[in-house]
Protein backbone atom coordinates (compact mmCIF):
# COMPACT_ATOMS: atom_id res chain seq x y z
CA UNK A 1 0.00 0.00 0.00
CA UNK A 2 1.48 3.35 -1.34
CA UNK A 3 1.90 6.00 1.46
CA UNK A 4 0.75 8.73 -1.06
CA UNK A 5 -2.59 9.39 -0.47
CA UNK A 6 -3.43 10.53 -4.32
CA UNK A 7 -5.84 8.72 -5.75
CA UNK A 8 -4.35 8.32 -8.84
CA UNK A 9 -1.25 6.65 -7.03
CA UNK A 10 -3.90 4.11 -5.59
CA UNK A 11 -5.36 3.32 -8.91
CA UNK A 12 -2.13 2.94 -10.41
CA UNK A 13 -1.39 0.58 -8.09
CA UNK A 14 -4.74 -1.58 -9.30
CA UNK A 15 -3.17 -1.45 -12.35
CA UNK A 16 -2.96 -4.75 -14.59
CA UNK A 17 0.57 -6.36 -14.73
CA UNK A 18 0.01 -5.80 -18.57
CA UNK A 19 -0.70 -2.45 -19.54
CA UNK A 20 -1.78 -3.29 -23.26
CA UNK A 21 -5.11 -4.81 -20.92
CA UNK A 22 -8.11 -3.19 -22.07
CA UNK A 23 -9.48 -0.46 -19.54
CA UNK A 24 -12.55 0.64 -22.15
CA UNK A 25 -14.49 0.34 -25.57
CA UNK A 26 -16.38 2.87 -26.73
CA UNK A 27 -19.98 2.39 -28.26
CA UNK A 28 -17.64 2.85 -31.54
CA UNK A 29 -15.71 0.31 -31.03
CA UNK A 30 -12.92 2.35 -30.29
CA UNK A 31 -10.45 0.17 -27.56
CA UNK A 32 -8.83 1.86 -25.04
CA UNK A 33 -5.65 0.48 -23.22
CA UNK A 34 -4.22 1.16 -19.00
CA UNK A 35 -1.08 1.77 -20.53
CA UNK A 36 -2.95 4.06 -23.05
CA UNK A 37 -4.88 5.98 -19.71
CA UNK A 38 -1.64 6.27 -18.06
CA UNK A 39 0.39 8.09 -20.75
CA UNK A 40 -2.80 10.20 -22.14
CA UNK A 41 -3.34 11.32 -18.31
CA UNK A 42 0.35 12.06 -17.95
CA UNK A 43 0.30 13.84 -20.61
CA UNK A 44 -2.48 16.31 -20.39
CA UNK A 45 -1.33 16.94 -16.76
CA UNK A 46 1.89 18.45 -17.99
CA UNK A 47 -0.13 20.52 -20.28
CA UNK A 48 -1.82 22.13 -17.02
CA UNK A 49 0.85 22.69 -15.42
CA UNK A 50 2.59 24.03 -18.58
CA UNK A 51 -0.45 26.34 -18.40
CA UNK A 52 0.53 27.77 -15.04
CA UNK A 53 -1.50 25.60 -12.87
CA UNK A 54 0.02 24.74 -9.35
CA UNK A 55 -1.20 22.12 -6.66
CA UNK A 56 -4.64 22.83 -5.36
CA UNK A 57 -5.52 25.33 -8.01
CA UNK A 58 -9.10 23.85 -10.08
CA UNK A 59 -9.32 22.72 -13.27
CA UNK A 60 -13.17 23.59 -13.84
CA UNK A 61 -14.34 21.06 -16.81
CA UNK A 62 -17.52 21.54 -19.27
CA UNK A 63 -17.18 18.99 -21.80
CA UNK A 64 -19.25 15.93 -23.24
CA UNK A 65 -18.00 12.27 -22.13
CA UNK A 66 -15.30 10.71 -23.86
CA UNK A 67 -12.38 8.77 -23.04
CA UNK A 68 -10.17 11.95 -23.56
CA UNK A 69 -13.00 13.50 -20.29
CA UNK A 70 -11.69 10.60 -18.32
CA UNK A 71 -8.08 10.93 -19.48
CA UNK A 72 -8.11 14.93 -17.96
CA UNK A 73 -10.19 13.87 -14.55
CA UNK A 74 -7.06 11.49 -14.00
CA UNK A 75 -4.41 13.88 -15.19
CA UNK A 76 -5.90 16.02 -12.49
CA UNK A 77 -5.63 13.73 -9.60
CA UNK A 78 -2.06 13.07 -10.85
CA UNK A 79 -0.97 15.93 -10.16
CA UNK A 80 -2.38 17.59 -7.34
CA UNK A 81 -5.39 19.27 -9.37
CA UNK A 82 -8.81 20.19 -8.13
CA UNK A 83 -11.15 18.97 -10.45
CA UNK A 84 -14.35 20.46 -11.23
CA UNK A 85 -17.33 18.91 -13.34
CA UNK A 86 -19.83 21.17 -14.74
CA UNK A 87 -22.81 19.72 -16.16
CA UNK A 88 -23.08 20.39 -19.77
CA UNK A 89 -26.64 21.61 -20.34
CA UNK A 90 -25.31 25.21 -18.02
CA UNK A 91 -26.15 27.88 -19.64
CA UNK A 92 -24.38 31.32 -19.29
CA UNK A 93 -26.04 33.16 -15.87
CA UNK A 94 -25.23 29.67 -14.57
CA UNK A 95 -21.40 29.34 -15.48
CA UNK A 96 -20.89 32.80 -14.49
CA UNK A 97 -21.66 32.00 -10.99
CA UNK A 98 -19.62 28.35 -11.13
CA UNK A 99 -16.72 30.58 -12.49
CA UNK A 100 -16.49 33.60 -10.34
CA UNK A 101 -17.09 30.95 -7.24
CA UNK A 102 -14.76 28.34 -7.48
CA UNK A 103 -12.42 30.58 -9.25
CA UNK A 104 -10.48 28.01 -11.54
CA UNK A 105 -6.98 28.38 -13.18
CA UNK A 106 -8.04 26.45 -15.98
CA UNK A 107 -10.93 26.43 -17.71
CA UNK A 108 -11.91 23.45 -20.68
CA UNK A 109 -14.93 23.73 -22.65
CA UNK A 110 -15.88 22.58 -26.00
CA UNK A 111 -15.23 24.47 -28.88
CA UNK A 112 -18.36 25.41 -29.87
CA UNK A 113 -18.51 26.81 -26.14
CA UNK A 114 -16.03 28.86 -26.37
CA UNK A 115 -17.75 32.10 -27.25
CA UNK A 116 -20.00 31.47 -24.07
CA UNK A 117 -17.30 30.59 -21.80
CA UNK A 118 -15.61 33.55 -22.76
CA UNK A 119 -18.36 35.76 -22.40
CA UNK A 120 -18.44 34.64 -18.15
CA UNK A 121 -14.85 34.55 -17.42
CA UNK A 122 -13.53 36.31 -14.25
CA UNK A 123 -11.69 39.35 -15.12
CA UNK A 124 -8.35 37.92 -13.17
CA UNK A 125 -6.88 34.23 -12.20
CA UNK A 126 -7.81 31.83 -15.69
CA UNK A 127 -4.57 31.57 -16.79
CA UNK A 128 -5.64 29.14 -20.05
CA UNK A 129 -9.03 28.55 -22.03
CA UNK A 130 -8.56 25.06 -23.49
CA UNK A 131 -11.20 22.90 -25.71
CA UNK A 132 -12.10 19.45 -25.46
CA UNK A 133 -14.05 18.13 -27.97
CA UNK A 134 -16.43 15.32 -28.00
CA UNK A 135 -14.64 13.91 -30.69
CA UNK A 136 -11.20 13.90 -28.85
CA UNK A 137 -10.20 16.89 -31.02
CA UNK A 138 -9.21 20.75 -29.52
CA UNK A 139 -6.45 22.36 -28.13
CA UNK A 140 -5.84 20.60 -24.78
CA UNK A 141 -5.28 16.86 -26.65
CA UNK A 142 -3.19 18.96 -29.63
CA UNK A 143 -1.08 20.24 -26.57
CA UNK A 144 -0.81 17.46 -24.73
CA UNK A 145 0.85 15.33 -27.86
CA UNK A 146 4.04 16.57 -27.41
CA UNK A 147 3.82 16.73 -23.69
CA UNK A 148 5.95 14.40 -20.86
CA UNK A 149 4.53 10.90 -20.96
CA UNK A 150 6.00 10.17 -17.87
CA UNK A 151 4.90 13.40 -15.19
CA UNK A 152 5.31 12.07 -11.77
CA UNK A 153 2.40 11.63 -9.07
CA UNK A 154 2.03 14.51 -6.74
CA UNK A 155 2.11 13.54 -2.77
CA UNK A 156 -1.07 13.97 -1.35
CA UNK A 157 -2.61 14.44 1.78
CA UNK A 158 -5.96 12.23 2.50
CA UNK A 159 -7.07 16.03 3.04
CA UNK A 160 -6.21 17.57 0.56
CA UNK A 161 -8.84 18.32 -2.16
CA UNK A 162 -9.55 16.58 -5.07
CA UNK A 163 -12.80 17.59 -6.43
CA UNK A 164 -15.10 20.15 -6.01
CA UNK A 165 -18.48 19.48 -7.32
CA UNK A 166 -21.55 22.07 -6.52
CA UNK A 167 -24.87 21.73 -5.42
CA UNK A 168 -27.76 24.08 -5.10
CA UNK A 169 -29.37 24.92 -1.90
CA UNK A 170 -33.08 25.74 -1.13
CA UNK A 171 -32.02 29.50 -0.93
CA UNK A 172 -30.96 29.21 -4.85
CA UNK A 173 -27.36 29.98 -4.34
CA UNK A 174 -25.03 26.95 -4.83
CA UNK A 175 -22.60 25.13 -2.60
CA UNK A 176 -19.57 23.95 -3.15
CA UNK A 177 -18.46 20.88 -1.76
CA UNK A 178 -15.47 20.01 -1.29
CA UNK A 179 -14.57 16.12 -1.72
CA UNK A 180 -10.82 15.06 -0.09
CA UNK A 181 -8.59 12.09 -1.55
CA UNK A 182 -9.39 10.50 1.38
CA UNK A 183 -13.07 10.77 1.02
CA UNK A 184 -13.13 9.29 -2.55
CA UNK A 185 -11.16 6.72 -2.09
CA UNK A 186 -12.21 4.82 0.78
CA UNK A 187 -15.89 5.18 -0.13
CA UNK A 188 -14.56 3.36 -3.31
CA UNK A 189 -12.34 0.97 -1.91
CA UNK A 190 -15.84 -0.27 0.21
CA UNK A 191 -17.91 -0.34 -2.25
CA UNK A 192 -15.12 -2.62 -4.43
CA UNK A 193 -15.35 -5.06 -1.38
CA UNK A 194 -19.06 -4.44 -0.61
CA UNK A 195 -20.25 -5.37 -3.91
CA UNK A 196 -17.66 -7.46 -5.38
CA UNK A 197 -15.59 -5.74 -8.11
CA UNK A 198 -12.49 -7.56 -9.52
CA UNK A 199 -10.96 -7.74 -12.60
CA UNK A 200 -12.79 -9.63 -14.32
CA UNK A 201 -16.26 -7.56 -14.11
CA UNK A 202 -16.54 -5.40 -16.87
CA UNK A 203 -18.96 -2.22 -16.10
CA UNK A 204 -21.76 -0.75 -18.72
CA UNK A 205 -21.06 2.95 -18.32
CA UNK A 206 -23.64 4.84 -19.85
CA UNK A 207 -23.48 7.51 -16.68
CA UNK A 208 -22.54 11.00 -17.39
CA UNK A 209 -18.89 11.62 -15.71
CA UNK A 210 -19.99 15.14 -14.13
CA UNK A 211 -21.28 13.80 -11.48
CA UNK A 212 -20.73 11.73 -8.17
CA UNK A 213 -22.39 8.42 -9.87
CA UNK A 214 -20.79 7.87 -12.89
CA UNK A 215 -17.07 9.40 -12.03
CA UNK A 216 -16.60 8.41 -8.23
CA UNK A 217 -18.64 5.52 -7.86
CA UNK A 218 -18.55 4.07 -11.44
CA UNK A 219 -15.04 4.76 -12.45
CA UNK A 220 -13.69 4.37 -8.67
CA UNK A 221 -15.34 0.61 -8.62
CA UNK A 222 -13.52 0.30 -11.72
CA UNK A 223 -9.94 1.36 -11.12
CA UNK A 224 -9.40 0.23 -7.91
CA UNK A 225 -10.30 -3.22 -9.09
CA UNK A 226 -8.43 -3.55 -12.50
CA UNK A 227 -11.76 -3.59 -14.08
CA UNK A 228 -12.74 -2.78 -17.73
CA UNK A 229 -15.49 -0.59 -18.75
CA UNK A 230 -18.00 -0.11 -22.01
CA UNK A 231 -18.00 2.94 -22.40
CA UNK A 232 -20.67 4.75 -23.74
CA UNK A 233 -21.98 8.85 -24.13
CA UNK A 234 -25.45 8.58 -22.87
CA UNK A 235 -28.45 5.84 -22.25
CA UNK A 236 -29.76 4.35 -24.80
CA UNK A 237 -32.05 0.88 -24.16
CA UNK A 238 -31.36 -0.71 -27.16
CA UNK A 239 -28.06 -0.13 -27.40
CA UNK A 240 -27.76 -1.29 -23.48
CA UNK A 241 -29.10 -4.65 -24.64
CA UNK A 242 -26.98 -5.03 -27.21
CA UNK A 243 -23.80 -4.22 -24.97
CA UNK A 244 -25.25 -6.08 -21.65
CA UNK A 245 -24.01 -9.49 -22.96
CA UNK A 246 -20.54 -8.62 -23.13
CA UNK A 247 -20.76 -7.40 -19.18
CA UNK A 248 -20.77 -8.49 -15.83
CA UNK A 249 -22.53 -5.10 -13.93
CA UNK A 250 -24.23 -2.24 -15.00
CA UNK A 251 -24.78 1.30 -12.70
CA UNK A 252 -27.85 3.49 -13.67
CA UNK A 253 -30.67 6.01 -12.22
CA UNK A 254 -34.14 4.05 -12.01
CA UNK A 255 -34.73 5.78 -15.12
CA UNK A 256 -32.59 3.62 -17.05
CA UNK A 257 -34.43 0.29 -15.94
CA UNK A 258 -38.06 1.64 -16.62
CA UNK A 259 -36.90 1.99 -20.27
CA UNK A 260 -35.45 -1.25 -20.19
CA UNK A 261 -38.72 -3.14 -19.12
CA UNK A 262 -40.47 -1.08 -21.52
CA UNK A 263 -38.43 -2.52 -24.63
CA UNK A 264 -39.82 -5.80 -25.56
CA UNK A 265 -36.18 -6.74 -26.66
CA UNK A 266 -34.87 -6.96 -23.25
CA UNK A 267 -35.35 -10.04 -20.94
CA UNK A 268 -32.93 -13.18 -19.20
CA UNK A 269 -31.08 -13.90 -22.34
CA UNK A 270 -29.28 -10.23 -22.83
CA UNK A 271 -28.69 -10.12 -19.05
CA UNK A 272 -27.19 -14.19 -18.91
CA UNK A 273 -23.72 -12.83 -18.47
CA UNK A 274 -24.81 -9.71 -15.53
CA UNK A 275 -23.69 -10.70 -11.83
CA UNK A 276 -25.07 -7.10 -10.90
CA UNK A 277 -27.15 -4.32 -11.33
CA UNK A 278 -26.80 -1.52 -9.17
CA UNK A 279 -29.90 1.58 -8.72
CA UNK A 280 -29.12 5.31 -7.56
CA UNK A 281 -29.48 8.76 -7.51
CA UNK A 282 -33.33 8.43 -7.26
CA UNK A 283 -35.88 6.08 -5.39
CA UNK A 284 -36.28 3.04 -7.45
CA UNK A 285 -40.20 1.86 -7.39
CA UNK A 286 -40.83 -1.08 -5.64
CA UNK A 287 -42.91 -1.96 -8.99
CA UNK A 288 -39.63 -1.37 -11.18
CA UNK A 289 -38.08 -3.80 -8.62
CA UNK A 290 -40.86 -6.38 -8.50
CA UNK A 291 -40.94 -6.65 -12.90
CA UNK A 292 -37.61 -5.83 -12.85
CA UNK A 293 -36.85 -9.54 -10.82
CA UNK A 294 -39.74 -11.30 -13.05
CA UNK A 295 -38.76 -10.07 -16.19
CA UNK A 296 -34.33 -10.85 -15.70
CA UNK A 297 -34.02 -12.95 -12.53
CA UNK A 298 -32.17 -10.65 -11.73
CA UNK A 299 -32.49 -8.51 -7.59
CA UNK A 300 -31.64 -5.03 -8.31
CA UNK A 301 -29.41 -3.45 -5.55
CA UNK A 302 -30.45 -0.31 -4.59
CA UNK A 303 -27.96 1.99 -2.56
CA UNK A 304 -28.19 5.56 -1.27
CA UNK A 305 -25.34 8.51 -1.62
CA UNK A 306 -25.56 12.46 -1.97
CA UNK A 307 -22.54 14.80 -3.28
CA UNK A 308 -21.57 15.45 0.03
CA UNK A 309 -20.86 11.89 1.04
CA UNK A 310 -20.36 9.44 -1.78
CA UNK A 311 -22.37 6.19 -0.61
CA UNK A 312 -24.01 5.79 2.61
CA UNK A 313 -25.85 2.88 2.42
CA UNK A 314 -26.25 -0.43 0.33
CA UNK A 315 -28.27 -3.63 0.21
CA UNK A 316 -26.36 -6.44 0.41
CA UNK A 317 -24.55 -8.55 -2.51
CA UNK A 318 -25.53 -11.55 -0.63
CA UNK A 319 -28.59 -11.40 1.54
CA UNK A 320 -31.95 -9.73 1.31
CA UNK A 321 -31.98 -6.72 -0.95
CA UNK A 322 -36.07 -5.15 0.30
CA UNK A 323 -37.60 -3.21 -2.47
CA UNK A 324 -38.11 0.19 -0.93
CA UNK A 325 -35.37 0.93 0.91
CA UNK A 326 -31.30 1.60 0.75
CA UNK A 327 -30.33 -1.46 2.65
CA UNK A 328 -28.26 -1.07 5.39
CA UNK A 329 -25.16 1.38 6.25
CA UNK A 330 -21.66 0.35 4.62
CA UNK A 331 -18.76 -0.80 6.80
CA UNK A 332 -16.96 2.36 8.32
CA UNK A 333 -20.47 4.71 7.91
CA UNK A 334 -22.50 5.26 10.56
CA UNK A 335 -26.49 6.34 10.49
CA UNK A 336 -28.98 7.99 12.51
CA UNK A 337 -32.36 9.01 12.41
CA UNK A 338 -32.70 11.86 14.78
CA UNK A 339 -35.63 14.34 16.19
CA UNK A 340 -35.42 18.05 15.63
CA UNK A 341 -33.80 18.40 18.84
CA UNK A 342 -30.87 16.10 17.67
CA UNK A 343 -31.86 12.83 19.84
CA UNK A 344 -32.19 9.55 18.10
CA UNK A 345 -35.36 8.28 17.96
CA UNK A 346 -36.93 4.94 18.11
CA UNK A 347 -36.68 2.23 15.77
CA UNK A 348 -39.30 2.38 13.24
CA UNK A 349 -39.65 6.21 13.57
CA UNK A 350 -39.51 9.05 10.92
CA UNK A 351 -37.46 11.43 11.66
CA UNK A 352 -33.90 13.43 9.95
CA UNK A 353 -31.04 11.20 8.26
CA UNK A 354 -27.64 11.97 9.42
CA UNK A 355 -24.61 9.84 8.41
CA UNK A 356 -20.44 10.00 9.85
CA UNK A 357 -17.73 8.63 8.31
CA UNK A 358 -14.61 8.63 6.04
CA UNK A 359 -17.17 9.46 2.98
CA UNK A 360 -18.21 12.63 4.27
CA UNK A 361 -16.90 15.73 3.04
CA UNK A 362 -15.24 18.45 5.30
CA UNK A 363 -17.67 20.96 4.26
CA UNK A 364 -19.00 23.26 1.52
CA UNK A 365 -16.39 25.70 -0.56
CA UNK A 366 -15.54 29.46 1.34
CA UNK A 367 -19.05 28.20 3.53
CA UNK A 368 -18.02 27.76 7.19
CA UNK A 369 -21.51 29.13 8.39
CA UNK A 370 -23.60 26.94 6.02
CA UNK A 371 -20.74 23.93 7.15
CA UNK A 372 -21.83 24.75 10.58
CA UNK A 373 -25.27 24.59 10.05
CA UNK A 374 -25.49 21.23 7.99
CA UNK A 375 -23.29 19.27 10.47
CA UNK A 376 -24.46 18.19 14.56
CA UNK A 377 -23.06 19.39 17.57
CA UNK A 378 -21.25 15.65 17.53
CA UNK A 379 -20.46 15.45 14.37
CA UNK A 380 -22.77 14.10 11.93
CA UNK A 381 -23.46 15.61 8.65
CA UNK A 382 -27.43 16.12 8.45
CA UNK A 383 -28.45 14.71 4.91
CA UNK A 384 -32.06 16.78 4.50
CA UNK A 385 -33.75 13.52 3.98
CA UNK A 386 -36.55 11.84 5.98
CA UNK A 387 -35.66 8.36 6.99
CA UNK A 388 -36.65 5.54 8.90
CA UNK A 389 -34.62 2.36 10.06
CA UNK A 390 -36.00 -0.85 10.65
CA UNK A 391 -34.26 -3.47 13.25
CA UNK A 392 -32.70 -5.15 11.11
CA UNK A 393 -30.65 -1.56 9.97
CA UNK A 394 -32.53 -1.50 6.38
CA UNK A 395 -32.44 2.49 5.95
CA UNK A 396 -36.00 3.79 3.52
CA UNK A 397 -35.90 7.00 2.59
CA UNK A 398 -39.13 8.58 3.30
CA UNK A 399 -39.05 12.18 1.79
CA UNK A 400 -37.30 15.11 1.86
CA UNK A 401 -36.79 17.96 4.21
CA UNK A 402 -34.65 20.16 1.54
CA UNK A 403 -37.55 21.00 -0.85
CA UNK A 404 -35.62 19.40 -3.82
CA UNK A 405 -36.92 17.28 -7.13
CA UNK A 406 -34.68 14.35 -8.09
CA UNK A 407 -35.80 14.23 -12.17
CA UNK A 408 -34.24 11.52 -14.50
CA UNK A 409 -31.01 10.83 -11.48
CA UNK A 410 -30.62 14.83 -11.44
CA UNK A 411 -31.28 17.23 -8.48
CA UNK A 412 -33.31 20.50 -9.30
CA UNK A 413 -33.56 22.90 -6.64
CA UNK A 414 -36.98 24.72 -7.00
CA UNK A 415 -35.67 28.05 -5.48
CA UNK A 416 -33.44 28.78 -8.78
CA UNK A 417 -36.44 27.84 -10.84
CA UNK A 418 -39.10 30.26 -9.17
CA UNK A 419 -36.43 33.18 -8.87
CA UNK A 420 -36.22 32.95 -13.14
CA UNK A 421 -40.52 32.76 -13.32
CA UNK A 422 -40.84 35.25 -10.51
CA UNK A 423 -38.57 37.80 -12.35
CA UNK A 424 -41.01 37.83 -15.41
CA UNK A 425 -43.63 40.03 -16.38
CA UNK A 426 -47.40 38.85 -15.39
CA UNK A 427 -46.42 36.94 -12.76
CA UNK A 428 -46.28 37.85 -8.77
CA UNK A 429 -44.98 34.13 -7.68
CA UNK A 430 -44.44 30.91 -8.20
CA UNK A 431 -43.69 27.52 -6.50
CA UNK A 432 -42.12 24.77 -7.89
CA UNK A 433 -42.92 20.93 -6.88
CA UNK A 434 -42.25 17.74 -8.57
CA UNK A 435 -44.29 15.03 -9.15
CA UNK A 436 -44.31 11.46 -10.19
CA UNK A 437 -43.06 10.57 -13.37
CA UNK A 438 -43.24 6.78 -14.99
CA UNK A 439 -40.07 7.54 -16.78
CA UNK A 440 -38.25 10.59 -15.01
CA UNK A 441 -39.07 9.25 -11.45
CA UNK A 442 -39.90 13.32 -10.95
CA UNK A 443 -40.90 15.80 -13.08
CA UNK A 444 -40.95 19.54 -12.53
CA UNK A 445 -44.12 21.34 -12.20
CA UNK A 446 -44.54 25.53 -12.04
CA UNK A 447 -47.25 26.56 -10.01
CA UNK A 448 -48.03 30.86 -10.98
CA UNK A 449 -50.22 32.83 -9.66
CA UNK A 450 -50.67 35.79 -11.91
CA UNK A 451 -49.66 39.32 -11.45
CA UNK A 452 -52.60 41.61 -11.26
CA UNK A 453 -50.78 44.62 -11.70
CA UNK A 454 -49.41 43.53 -15.04
CA UNK A 455 -52.40 44.62 -16.86
CA UNK A 456 -50.93 45.41 -20.14
CA UNK A 457 -48.17 42.82 -20.26
CA UNK A 458 -50.87 39.90 -19.61
CA UNK A 459 -50.01 36.28 -17.87
CA UNK A 460 -47.54 34.45 -19.97
CA UNK A 461 -47.91 31.50 -21.16
CA UNK A 462 -47.24 27.98 -19.90
CA UNK A 463 -44.89 27.88 -23.82
CA UNK A 464 -43.24 30.88 -22.46
CA UNK A 465 -42.34 30.21 -19.16
CA UNK A 466 -40.93 26.87 -20.31
CA UNK A 467 -38.80 28.66 -22.96
CA UNK A 468 -37.96 31.27 -20.63
CA UNK A 469 -36.46 29.15 -17.98
CA UNK A 470 -34.48 27.23 -20.94
CA UNK A 471 -32.83 30.25 -21.60
CA UNK A 472 -31.42 30.83 -18.29
CA UNK A 473 -31.37 27.41 -16.51
CA UNK A 474 -30.25 24.12 -17.64
CA UNK A 475 -32.66 22.44 -19.89
CA UNK A 476 -33.68 19.73 -17.07
CA UNK A 477 -34.40 22.20 -14.75
CA UNK A 478 -37.06 23.99 -16.98
CA UNK A 479 -40.65 22.38 -16.19
CA UNK A 480 -42.55 20.32 -17.66
CA UNK A 481 -45.90 22.07 -17.27
CA UNK A 482 -47.43 25.01 -15.36
CA UNK A 483 -50.32 25.34 -13.51
CA UNK A 484 -51.61 28.65 -12.76
CA UNK A 485 -53.55 29.19 -9.54
CA UNK A 486 -55.06 32.16 -7.74
CA UNK A 487 -53.16 32.23 -4.55
CA UNK A 488 -50.79 29.51 -2.90
CA UNK A 489 -51.80 27.65 -0.21
CA UNK A 490 -49.73 28.71 3.01
CA UNK A 491 -49.29 27.73 6.83
CA UNK A 492 -49.54 29.91 10.02
CA UNK A 493 -46.48 31.16 9.52
CA UNK A 494 -47.13 32.26 5.94
CA UNK A 495 -44.45 29.68 4.19
CA UNK A 496 -45.80 27.54 0.71
CA UNK A 497 -47.21 24.40 1.55
CA UNK A 498 -45.90 22.79 -1.47
CA UNK A 499 -47.52 19.36 0.09
CA UNK A 500 -50.21 20.55 -0.57
CA UNK A 501 -49.32 21.66 -4.25
CA UNK A 502 -48.05 18.28 -4.68
CA UNK A 503 -51.30 16.49 -3.27
CA UNK A 504 -53.24 18.73 -5.87
CA UNK A 505 -51.16 17.94 -8.95
CA UNK A 506 -50.09 14.76 -9.00
Not at 140 to 162: H, K, P, R, S, Y
Not at 254 to 267: E, I
Request: proline content about 5%.
Amino acid sequence: MTDNANLYAHFQQHFPADLKTQLLVTAEGRSVTYGEAAEASSRIADTLLQHGATSGDRVTVQVEKSAENLFLYLACLRVGLVYHPLNTAYKASELAYFLGDAEPTIVICDSDSIPTMESVLPENGVKALLTLDTDGGGTLMALAAGANAEIAVAQCTGTDMAALLYSSGTTGQPKGIMLSYDNLRKNAETLVEVWGFSASDRLLHMLPIYHVHGLFIGVGCVLLSGASMVWHRGFNDAAAIAALPNCTTMMGVPTFYTRLLANPNFGRDCCANMRLFISGSAPLLTETFADFKVRTGHTILERYGMSETGMNTSNPLKGERRPGTVGTALPGVTVRVADEAGAAVAIGETGDLQVKGPNVFPGYWRLPERTAEDFAANGFFNTGDKATIDADGYVSIVGRAKDMVITGGLNVYPKEIELVIDDMKGVKESAVIGVPHADFGEAVIAVIVPDSADLDTGVPTAEEIIAHCKTQLADFKAPKRVEVIDTLPRNAMGKVQKNRLREQYS
